[in-house]
C-alpha cells in the first residue's frame, strides 16, 4: 500500500514518529549501505551521537570563516580568469573541495586534475545513492558506480585513511594532542570505530555517502539559488544588484531557492508497526509512505497563498524555517544544515556569530565576480534524472 502525504502537518509529524523507518535507499545500497542515513533506531543514535561532535556551531564557524573563503577562491578562479563557466561545474567542485574537507579526504583544490579526477568519483556516487530517480538501466548505473568506488579507493581513501591512522598512533603514543587531529568524519570514525564496532566497509561507504551527499546537495542549492536569483533579477533588477553586495540578502535568496527546490523532493518511510497522525490519519505496518517535500513546502495555509511563487523578501510565520523541510526533521534531520544554510537571519546576532551558510557565500562569491548568465547559451536540464537537476548551465564573469 501506497499513502501520500503532502501538507505540512502530515509531513513534520512523519519526519518525528520514531516509528517510521528509513526506507528511501534500497536500491542505492551500492553507496548508503550501513551509512548514518540508512540506519535506524539504536545504531542510529549512536552513530549520530558520535558524529554530533563534529557537527557543532563552532566548528561550522571554524569551517565557514577559515576554511570555505580559501576554498571557493581557488575553485573558481580558473572561470574568473578565463571570464566563462558553467555552474554545474563551478557548483560541484567548490561543494565536493569543501565536502571533502569535511569528509576526510586529503585533496588540493588548487590541483586542477586532482579535483577533476574526485569529482568524477563523486559524481558517480551520487548517481548510485538516488539511483531510485535514474531513467538510465539500473544495473549498468550500479556497474559504473562499482568501478568508481574501486578507483577512488585505491587514489584517495587509503592514503587518507593511511595517514590518520598514523596521526591516531602518534596521539595513543602522546607524541600529539588531541586538538593536532584533523576536524572530519574519516578521523572520528576511525578513533571510534573499535567502540561502534563499524568494518571497513561501513567506514568506507559512510565517506562516499559523506562527499556525494554534501557535494550533491550543495551544488544542487547553489544552481538552484543562482537561476532563480538570476530570473528574479530581469524584473527586479535592484535585488539582483542587491545580491552583488549584501550576503545577508543573498541567504534570503538561498533560503527561498531551498524550499521550492529540496534536495530530495521526497522522502519514503516505512511504519514498523501502525502509525496514526494527530488528526486520525492511519499509517499501516509495512506501507509506503512518501513525503511530498514539495507540497508540503509550498502548503498555503503556512506560505500564504503565494506559496508557489518564488519571493526572497516573503515573510514566515514564527517557528516556521524559511527553507521549509528541506533539511528534513527529527532524528534523520541534516546533520550539516547550519553548514550549509547557515543560521536564520537574526540582525541582532553580532556578525562574528553569524553563519550565512556555504550555499550563500558560493553564492554571493559568484555575483561578487561578475558572474552573470550567458545569454546565448541557454541553462540544459538532465535528462537522466526525473529530479530538476540542470546537466548545464553556462555563465559568464563580466570585470
Known amino acids: ?6 501538507n505540512w502537518l502530515h509531513v513534520k509529524e512523519a519526519f518525528r514518529s520514531k516509528h517510521l523507518r528509513q526506507a528511501g535507499y534500497t536500491e542505492g545500497a551500492i553507496v548508503m549501505e550501513g551509512t548514518l542515513l540508512d540506519l535506524h533506531g539504536l545504531e542510529h543514535r549512536e552513530r549520530r551521537r558520535l558524529e554530533n561532535r563534529l557537527f557543532r556551531r563552532e566548528i561550522f564557524s571554524y569551517w565557514e570563516h577559515e576554511i570555505l573563503g580559501e576554498t571557493i577562491d581557488a575553485t573558481m578562479k580558473p572561470f574568473v580568469e578565463k571570464g566563462a563557466g558553467d555552474l554545474a561545474q563551478i557548483g560541484y567542485r567548490c561543494a565536493m573541495n569543501l565536502t571533502a574537507t569535511i569528509a576526510g579526504i586529503d585533496q588540493d583544490p588548487r590541483d586542477e586534475e586532482q579535483t577533476d579526477l574526485l569529482y568524477s568519483k563523486v559524481k558517480k556516487f551520487s548517481e548510485g545513492a538516488t539511483i ?20 577512488f579507493h585505491r587514489d584517495f581513501f587509503l592514503p587518507s585513511k593511511n595517514r590518520r591512522e598514523e596521526l591516531l598512533l602518534e596521539l595513543a603514543s602522546g607524541k600529539i594532542s588531541e586538538d593536532a587531529l584533523p576536524r572530519d568524519v574519516f578521523t572520528t570514525l576511525l578513533n571510534n570505530a573499535e567502540s561502534l564496532k563499524l568494518d571497513d566497509d561501513v567506514v568506507f561507504r559512510e565517506i562516499c555517502f559523506y562527499l556525494q551527499a554534501g557535494a550533491h546537495s550543495t551544488a544542487n542549492a547553489f544552481t538552484h539559488t543562482v537561476d532563480d536569483l538570476f530570473s528574479w533579477g530581469e524584473q527586479n ?23 521550492l527546490s529540496p534536495a530530495s523532493p521526497v522522502a519514503l518511510r516505512t511504519p514498523l508497526e501502525d502509525v496514526e497522525l494527530s488528526d486520525g490519519t492511519l499509517l499501516p505496518e509495512g506501507a509506503h509512505v512518501v513525503l511530498d517535500l514539495i507540497k508540503a513546502n509550498r ?4 506560505f500564504g497563498n503565494t506559496a508557489d511563487v ?4 516573503r515573510n514566515v510565520p514564527d517557528g516556521i524555517a524559511r527553507w521549509g523541510m528541506s533539511f528534513g526533521a527529527g532524528s534523520h534531520a541534516c546533520v550539516g544544515a547550519e553548514l550549509d544554510g547557515g543560521l536564520e537571519i537574526d540582525h541582532t546576532r553580532p556578525n562574528e556569530d553569524a553563519l550565512y551558510g556555504t550555499v550563500a557565500i558560493m553564492v554571493h562569491a559568484l555575483l561578487s565576480a561578475g558572474g552573470t548568465k550567458d545569454q546565448l547559451n541557454p541553462p540544459v536540464l538532465d535528462p537522466n534524472s526525473e529530479r530538476k537537476h540542470f546537466s548545464s548551465y553556462p555563465v559568464l564573469f563580466l570585470s
Request: net charge negative.
Open 299 to 302: 502548503d498555503p495555509t503556512v
Open 1 to 6: 500500500m501506497m499513502i501520500e502525504l503532502s
Open 310 to 313: 518564488y519571493d526572497p523578501h
Open 237 to 259: 533588477p535592484s535585488d539582483l544588484e542587491l545580491a552583488r553586495n549584501d550576503l545577508s540578502f543573498v541567504q534570503r535568496c538561498m533560503h527561498e531557492s531551498l524550499r
Open 132 to 151: 531510485m530517480h535514474s531513467t538510465r538501466d539500473k544495473d549498468e548505473v550500479r556497474s559504473e558506480v562499482r568501478k568508481a568506488m574501486e578507483s
